[in-house]
């Protein structure tokens, strides 16, 4: 037979997990992020009273194991692993929501998201005057190696340009140099067409 003290641990647990669920159910409709970070606290401390209150609930039964019959303290193993399984899944929920919001922090500067400017004002109002500092020293680095990169590919373009104007200059007095050598040929062959008229006639 269960002891009442475990009866009523085990009442506790089953109150904590139900308001556990109601409690992650009205945390999907909150989007104010502040609300949300103030649900999670609450939810946070209700977890660890869980907790303990399983702990509580297992030493209670390796007290009465010795007076309950095997049945009785398989049953009891069944609903703690049941309640620790539980208590998991809320935990692992928790998380969730936590990396969640934590990335929405660390976007918070990238620019204006899907109409979340409000709620981007709360995020940064939440962040702590270092993690502002660090941020602001993140995009300024961000920034100076994007004008780094932009000053890096003008340059490369003016060299590009500049090789490319020295190699048409170069070519285009090749072709000024091989017009008059053609010019010379020309006058040549007609130089000598006309001696080989002259010739003829003699």
Not at 38 to 66: A, G
Not at 93 to 117: H, I, M, Q, W
Not at 131 to 157: C, F, P, S
């Amino acid at each position: 037979m269960v002891s009442e003290e475990l009866e009523e641990i085990e009442g506790q647990i089953s109150d904590v997990l139900r308001a556990l669920g109601n409690g992650f159910q009205k945390l999907e409709k909150i989007k104010d992020s502040s609300r949300r970070n103030r649900q999670l606290e609450e939810l946070t401390d209700k977890m660890r009273e869980c907790k303990r209150l399983i702990k509580e609930f297992d030493r209670e039964m390796e007290e009465h194991e010795y007076k309950n019959d095997a049945e009785t303290n398989r049953i009891l193993n069944e609903k703690k692993q049941s309640m620790i399984k539980e208590l998991n899944s809320y935990v692992a929920l928790k998380k969730r929501y936590t990396s969640d919001l934590e990335n929405k922090r660390v976007d918070l500067f990238d620019g204006p998201g899907e109409g979340f400017a409000e709620e981007s004002v709360l995020l940064a109002s939440n962040m702590t005057n270092q993690q502002l500092i660090n941020r602001g020293n993140q995009m300024m680095d961000e920034t100076d190696q994007a004008i780094h990169r932009a000053k890096k590919v003008v340059h490369e373009t003016i060299d590009v340009g500049t090789e490319t104007a020295a190699a048409l200059k170069s070519q285009t007095e090749q072709m000024s140099r091989i017009v008059n050598e053609l010019d010379s040929i020309h006058f040549s062959l007609k130089k000598a067409s006309q001696l080989v008229r002259e010739l003829g006639r003699q």
